[in-house]
């Protein structure tokens, strides 16, 4: 499907941010999400969702200031401080 018509999906309407990297998805499906993120003007977020000690911390997202609770998260990503990131595990 063309990333002009994903972005049409009615649930981008509803929300004020997407997961861009998963560690427990396909890397095309990452990149059509970072895509699509894109496209829509989203910054994206990450996070591990590892299924494996191995993939414990693969793709976070970093804030720039402390979260510490549920309002902490909601007030950051709607500020748009923050990043979704890649970790180079050894």
């Given amino acids: 499907m063309p990333l002009e018509e994903l972005a049409k999906w009615p649930i981008f309407g509803l929300v004020d ?3 861009v990297l998963n560690g427990a998805t396909a890397e095309e499906e990452n990149l059509l999400a ?3 993120a894109e496209y829509l003007g ?3 977020v990450a ?5 494996s000690v191995s ?3 693969r793709y976070v997202t970093v804030f720039e200031r402390d979260v ?3 309002g ?5 990503i709607k500020a748009g401080r923050f990043c979704p990131e890649e970790r180079c595990l050894t």
């Fill in 72 to 76: 902490d998260l909601v007030t950051e």
């Fill in 42 to 44: 989203f910054r994206g």
């Fill in 34 to 36: 970072l895509r699509v």
């Fill in 47 to 51: 996070c591990s969702d590892a299924h």
């Fill in 17 to 19: 941010e997407m997961e």
């Fill in 68 to 70: 510490s609770t549920v």
């Fill in 55 to 57: 993939g414990i911390g």
